[in-house]
């Protein structure tokens, strides 16, 4: 049986996050852990000057946790890599990593799957992004953003010269929302990777990726799997 952490363990780690100098990751999935236990691992977090990667997936600190986290970050100049999947994350949380993000110059991998997070959430998101000049890649997989997110989220990619990973499988945004960003890409000439799965598009939105890839010449990585496309979809864009 997994030993959960509890908070005297979290401030041990906490105390040796101070003074180790050669810790680099740390992963701290599935434990349970609330917005006390952020409290006190920022302390150390404050001081360290070596962890780059930090993985806090599947915890349950919600919106006060992200916040007490995102606050931290606004002056880190060491984590490159943050993994919050699975922590009942909303939009009142996403909001709190926007302030973050239009601050730190060194965040480069930011992981927000599998969370609570629909619209106004992405809009605050998109909108840093468009300031932003550290992020490389956005996993938003698994939320509840439609067509309006989708739409924003275009707008950025319109003006945004540094993401190269952007990932919306399991959102429902739509044929729409595909348009958009299909749209935004024909101008588009840093993102790599695109994951639209399981996104509730029709074949309508192969003539718009269609028609973009003919003229995007940078995109390396399309994930449209599971959305039942069948084989006239693939032969639209090939």
Same mark, same amino acid.
């Given at each position: ?54 993985? #806090?997936? +599947? !915890?349950?600190? *919600? @919106?006060?946790? $992200?916040?007490?986290?995102?606050? &931290?970050?606004?002056?880190? =100049? /060491? %984590? ?22 239009q601050e730190n110059r060194r965040l480069t991998h ?57 990932? #919306?499988? +399991? !959102?429902?945004? *739509? @044929?729409?929302? $595909?348009?958009?960003?299909?749209? &935004?890409?024909?101008?588009? =000439? /840093? %993102? ?47």
């Open positions: 049986k997994k030993q959960l952490l509890n908070f005297d363990d979290m401030e041990m780690i906490a105390d040796e996050l101070k003074s180790n100098k050669y810790w680099k990751t740390m992963y701290l999935w599935d434990n349970f852990l609330n917005e006390k236990h952020m409290k006190i691992l920022i302390c150390g977090l404050k001081i360290n000057s070596t962890i780059i990667c930090l993985g #806090l997936d +599947s !915890n349950m600190f *919600g @919106d006060e946790g $992200v916040s007490i986290l995102a606050t &931290a970050l606004k002056l880190n =100049t /060491t %984590l490159r890599t943050i993994y919050l999947n699975a922590n009942q994350i909303t939009d009142d949380g996403a909001q709190k990593l926007d302030d973050m993000l930011l992981e927000l799957s599998s969370n609570e997070i629909s619209d106004d959430g992405v809009i605050a998101i998109s909108n840093a992004l468009k300031i932003n000049k550290s992020l490389r890649t956005l996993c938003l997989n698994g939320n509840k953003i439609s067509e309006i997110g989708a739409q924003h989220l275009a707008e950025m990619l319109e003006v945004n010269k540094i993401l190269n990973d952007l990932q #919306l499988s +399991s !959102n429902p945004i *739509g @044929d729409n929302g $595909v348009q958009a960003i299909a749209h &935004a890409l024909q101008h588009n =000439t /840093t %993102l790599e990777s695109l994951h639209i799965g399981e996104t509730i598009i029709t074949i309508h939105s192969m003539h718009d990726i269609g028609n973009m890839l003919e003229i995007n010449s940078t995109l390396k990585c399309l994930n449209i799997s599971n959305n039942n496309l069948g084989d006239e979809a693939t032969l639209i864009i090939i």
